[in-house]
Nanobody, 124 residues
């Protein structure tokens, strides 16, 4: 079992930046593909970004491409989501997820483990 913990959410203004972090306790994330998903109130959970096990393969949702960057530091056992030029429509709970296959999947149903989420609120 992998316990994922997200951090870094908060309340910001439109145009600001935030960096989310995701870590795991007691287990290395080195072999896992990692993804970020988000869910806004009243909406379904949606894919945001994913990175493969060694960081050289990424995927992004069209809505965040060129604004968000996913990265990982396997030495620190952390995965990051750098979010720039935030918009009010980015407001959501952001979830970190891990897939044992090691690839940058865009499908939520392929992920094995999920964190509890961190809230990001962007005011206009």
């Amino acid at each position: 079992q992998v316990q994922l913990v997200e951090s870094g959410g908060g309340l910001v203004q439109a145009g600001d930046s935030l960096r989310l972090s995701c870590g795991a306790s007691g287990r290395t994330l080195r072999s896992y593909g990692m993804g970020w998903f988000r869910q806004a109130p009243g909406k379904e959970r949606e894919f945001v970004a994913a990175v493969n096990w060694n960081g050289d393969g990424t995927n992004y949702a069209d809505a965040v491409k060129d604004r968000f960057t996913i990265s990982r530091d396997n030495a620190k056992n952390l995965v990051y989501l750098q979010m720039n030029s935030l918009k009010p429509e980015d407001t959501a709970t952001y979830y970190c997820a891990a897939i044992g296959l090691g690839r940058a999947s865009m499908r939520s149903d392929e992920y094995w483990y999920w964190g509890q989420g961190t809230q990001v609120t962007v005011s206009s």
